[in-house]
């Protein structure tokens, strides 16, 4: 009876032993790597997909003279997570005047500001505000608006994938 229990428990102390040995963890040359070759999706979720402009956006005088004044607009990049992220891109800022009552608020274009590139990393820096999560862009206005009047911003960001995000903010210009 001893001897039994004895050849059972060698038997199952080998089977323990084989099965330990057999799966080991060994290096496969895979682990903490990110597959770039592989298209499935996973580094997608990374990549933004929604363009907001924050609250903090604001038309302002520059000068107690004759009139300057800036638009000063900041722009949070989500990704499909919900989180903001810093992606290089292209900015198109938009402004036109506010429609009420209408169904369709943009009125006249009034400011159409060049692209801005921030595929350059230095370039994407300078412009991005840690502490906010987001692009800050500060732009020269070549006209002067009344108190009180009302605008409508759109702001369209490329990806590097080439899909465009877009985002609408109705502001109004406060006399300060």
């Known amino acids: 009876m001893k001897d039994k229990k004895l050849r059972i428990t060698a038997n199952v102390i080998f089977a323990v032993v084989i099965v330990v040995c057999s799966t080991a963890c060994e290096p496969d040359g895979s682990s903490g790597r990110v597959s770039w070759g592989r ?73 159409f500001p060049r692209d801005i590139d921030l595929t350059d990393a230095a370039e994407n820096n300078k412009r991005w505000r840690d502490f906010l999560r987001a692009y800050e862009f500060k732009m020269p206005l070549d006209f002067e608006p009344q108190p009180d009047q009302s605008f409508v911003l759109e702001v369209t960001f490329t990806t590097p994938y080439g899909s465009r995000l877009r985002d609408t903010f109705q502001l109004r210009y406060q006399n300060r």
């Open 39 to 111: 298209n499935d999706g996973t580094l997608a979720a990374y990549v933004p997909s929604e363009a907001h402009i924050v609250g903090l956006t604001e038309i302002e005088a520059v000068s107690s003279g004759p009139w300057q004044g800036k638009l000063t607009v900041y722009v949070d990049l989500l990704d499909t997570f919900g989180c903001r992220v810093k992606s290089p891109g292209l900015f198109r800022f938009e402004l036109y005047e506010f429609v009420p009552r209408s169904s369709q608020p943009r009125g006249k274009r009034i400011f």
